[in-house]
């Protein structure tokens, strides 16, 4: 049973810095491609960032240059680290991560606000 769980999400004033970690079990990590999805209230879910299994990143624009994904193999977790946030980056942010058959898995969302 594939089980994904955030943690560290929470409240920051903009301009500060949060770091998302992602626990995988149940599943071979190594080989998965993980993603940080988020949703703000009365939108749709959209994609951050993503990692391949080979570490190949890709990122919406609206974060280039401000967050970074990561992995860690050894330890099953993909990480979040949101620099130089902003009131726009609020919302609740999902896990994502995508099997080599295919299947997608989700994590049960953490939230991030961003206010002074």
């Known amino acids: 049973q594939v089980q994904l769980v955030e943690s560290g999400g929470g409240l920051v004033q903009p301009g500060g810095s949060l770091r998302l970690s992602c626990a995988a079990s149940?599943?071979?990590?190594?080989?998965?491609?993980m993603g940080w999805y988020r949703q703000a209230p009365g939108k749709q879910r959209e994609l951050v960032a993503r990692?391949?299994?080979?570490?190949?990143?890709n990122y919406v624009d609206s974060v280039k240059g401000r967050f970074t994904i990561s992995r860690d193999n050894a330890k099953n977790t993909v990480y979040l680290q949101m620099n130089s946030l902003k009131p726009d980056d609020t919302a609740v942010y999902y896990c994502n991560a995508r099997n080599v058959q295919g299947r997608l898995y989700w994590g049960q969302g953490t939230q991030v606000t961003v206010s002074s």
């Open positions: 990692i391949t299994s080979g570490s190949i990143t």
């Open positions: 149940g599943m071979i990590f190594s080989a998965a491609a």
